[in-house]
């Protein structure tokens, strides 16, 4: 078992829909959560950080975080097709400096 | 402000050739990091540096990889000989501190025949 399972999806979706992302992980040291958007051919761009459990929200983006249920997602609100991209959750522990990403999804959404 | 950069772009070579990749880190970052993505095992870490000293390379996949940090703006990743298998999307992330987002320049296209 990979320790962050996330869907591939491909996900489609209509312009102005919720996109729902998530991730779950095995590892109960995971303090530091993560979700990149990564272009076609462009390196994976930082969208939110978020430390130990709880709520963040910037724009249109809101990530949560639930350690009890080592559970995360990340919902975009009245998505746009430039919100076309691969999603990838990725999470680390105060261990060490080392992230673990999810295999990324892949959302379209349809103009 | 520039962002991590990273050459080439592209690189297709024949199996058994060496093969360096290149990375400048965002000045002012003491964290360095090596990435390698693939369809099949999406993207997998290979080593990091702090302050150019190698922390961890436990990812590195065989000694035909090394990497090296000679100063704080330039590292490289080096492939010899190298095989089909290699053939990859790598990547280079920087970060000012250890548990600090990490940004990741575009990557290096490897193909090797």
């Known amino acids: 078992q990979k320790e962050v399972e996330q869907d591939p999806g491909p996900l489609s979706v209509p312009e102005g829909a919720i996109v729902s992302l998530n991730c779950t992980y095995s590892?109960?040291?995971?303090?530091?959560f993560m979700w990149y958007r990564q272009y076609s051919r462009k390196g994976p761009e930082l969208l939110m950080y978020t430390y130990s459990s709880g709520n963040k929200e910037d724009g249109r983006f809101t990530a949560q975080v639930d350690k009890s249920s080592k559970y995360i997602s990340l919902f975009i609100r009245d998505s746009q097709p430039s919100d076309s991209a691969t999603y990838l959750c990725?999470?680390?522990?105060?261990?060490?400096?080392?992230?673990?990403f999810g295999a990324g999804t892949t959302v379209t959404v349809r103009a | 402000d520039a962002g991590v950069i990273q050459s080439p772009r592209h690189e297709v070579t024949e199996m058994g050739q060496e093969v360096t990749l290149r990375c400048k880190p965002i000045s002012g970052h003491d964290y360095l990091f090596w990435y390698r993505q693939t369809m099949m095992r999406g993207l997998e870490l290979l080593i990091y540096f702090n302050n150019n000293v190698p922390i961890d390379d436990s990812g590195m996949p065989e000694d035909r990889f090394s990497a090296k940090m000679p100063n704080a703006s330039f590292s490289t990743l080096k492939i010899q000989p190298s095989e089909p298998r290699d053939s990859a999307v790598y990547f280079c992330a920087s970060t000012p501190g250890g548990h600090q987002p990490q940004h990741f320049g575009d990557g290096t296209r490897l193909s090797i025949l």
């Open positions: 590892n109960s040291a995971f303090q530091y």
């Open positions: 990725a999470m680390g522990s105060s261990n060490d400096y080392k992230l673990s």
